[in-house]
């Protein structure tokens, strides 16, 4: 996943935390990323609790977290809670994760996959319903103490449609992804989805993220006039 923005604000607040990083400033407070130590965690926390907010009223509340790791505890306690409240979860998480998916009254609406194959999974998403208009997020870290606490890392946030929807199609496919996909149970263990369903599966995240990138590219080589909103040549984009 690589995605690039010509937004100034998201250009100002990386020259903002360059200058942090040599030592040139102590700035802690961001435009638009958010960033650990300082706001991500504190962020991420209020997202979830927000959409959880949501839920008590009676409306549809869902979140989607993509991460390589899962175990930071105030994390999974908030997860667990905005699931009591009636939020609807979906984590896929590659490697460790400590939140223990489906227990009655206190999981049961959360659910966890993991997705192994031919490449090395690696990009972060986050996705909240907020009431149907939604937010997304890129960025660097896992939801992981060390991420978290004692390093810098960055998330910001996606706002181009075209991007969004990019975003919205990876996890898709990863959600119904029933071949190289595996499923954590109440009891800790991963079971692949293939164990699961009793069949060989028939969607491979990787086999259709590939194809989506070689029509993407087809359609590329397709000379055309520029024009707003004909992608990255768009100031607007």
Avoid at 30 to 45: C, G, I, K, N
Avoid at 72 to 99: F, K, M, N, W
Wanted: charged share 25%; glycine share 8%; with cysteine.
């Amino acid at each position: 996943l690589g995605i690039l923005s010509c937004r100034e604000e998201l250009g100002a607040d990386v020259t903002d935390l360059f200058n942090v990083l040599t030592g040139l400033s102590r700035q802690t407070v961001f435009r638009r990323l958010l960033v650990a130590p300082t706001t991500l965690r504190s962020r991420f926390l209020e997202l979830v609790e927000r959409e959880a907010a949501i839920a008590r009223t009676g409306a549809p509340a869902r979140i989607v977290v993509k991460v390589n790791a899962l175990v930071d505890t105030p994390v999974i306690e908030a997860l667990y809670a905005a699931s009591q409240a009636g939020v609807e979860i979906d984590c896929i998480v590659r490697g460790g994760c400590a939140l223990v998916p489906g227990i009655p009254g206190l999981s049961e609406r959360i659910r966890v996959r993991s997705i192994i194959g031919r490449f090395l999974e690696h990009s972060r998403i986050w996705m909240f319903e907020n009431g149907g208009r939604r937010e997304w997020y890129i960025g660097s870290a896992d939801l992981m103490e060390r991420n978290l606490d004692r390093r810098v890392e960055v998330v910001t946030p996606v706002e181009d449609g075209e991007a969004q929807a990019r975003l919205a199609r990876i996890i898709e496919v990863m959600l119904v992804d029933d071949r190289r996909s595996w499923q954590l149970g109440p009891d800790q263990r991963w079971v692949r989805t293939e164990v699961l369903t009793a069949r060989e599966g028939t969607i491979d995240t990787f086999a259709v993220l590939a194809a989506d990138a070689q029509e993407a590219a087809r359609q590329a080589d397709v000379p055309r006039r520029p024009h707003a909103g004909a992608g990255s040549m768009d100031p607007r984009a």
